[in-house]
């Protein structure tokens, strides 16, 4: 059985970091989509206003994937939630129990942290990762619909537009 180490990531990380995001955004077949930069990287999760956090996985001393999360608020159960933005392992180390791993790691996060949730999306063809999901006992918000304004549109709205 391998080895399976988890720990926080530290600025060390960034490049890193990087790395498996674009390797992510190759599978979701979004490169294009990766403007973030190591600096970017290191300011938004080390830097003094950090807004997120990261997790680094090995496997048998391997880093091969990465978790990237932070704290949410859920007026409903009046209590903070965690919010999984990004979790990934290298396609040569699946079946590891690498992603279980971090996302068990993350769930005992939220169960210390007194979180009255633990969320995440995931891309509706994505099957391997649903199925992976359903069977650890996640299930799906079928209800609700997640919106994005980003770039533009962001910004004309923010002027008015």
């Given at each position: ?55 680094i996985?090995?496997v ?5 994937g ?6 949410s ?25 690498a ?5 068990q ?12 949730r ?5 891309l ?29 549109a962001?910004?004309?709205?923010a002027?008015?537009g």
């Amino acid at each position: 059985m391998a080895s399976i180490q988890i720990r926080p990531a530290n600025a060390d990380d960034a490049s890193l970091i990087l790395r498996f995001i674009t390797e992510l955004a190759i599978y979701e077949r979004a490169e294009h989509e990766v403007v973030a930069t190591r600096a970017d990287i290191e300011k938004s999760l080390f830097g003094p206003e950090a807004c997120a956090s990261a997790l680094i996985c090995a496997v048998d001393g391997v880093e091969v994937g990465f978790a990237v999360y932070f704290f949410s608020y859920s007026t409903w159960l009046g209590k903070r939630g965690l919010y999984l933005e990004d979790l990934y392992v290298s396609p040569s180390h699946r079946n590891a129990g690498a992603g279980k791993a971090m996302l068990q790691y993350l769930a005992r996060l939220a169960v210390a942290g007194h979180c009255g949730r633990f969320e995440w999306s995931v891309l509706d063809w994505n099957e391997p990762s649903i199925q992976f999901y359903q069977a650890i006992g996640a299930q799906p918000l079928k209800e609700w619909v997640r919106y994005r304004m980003a770039g533009k549109a962001l910004e004309d709205f923010a002027n008015g537009g």
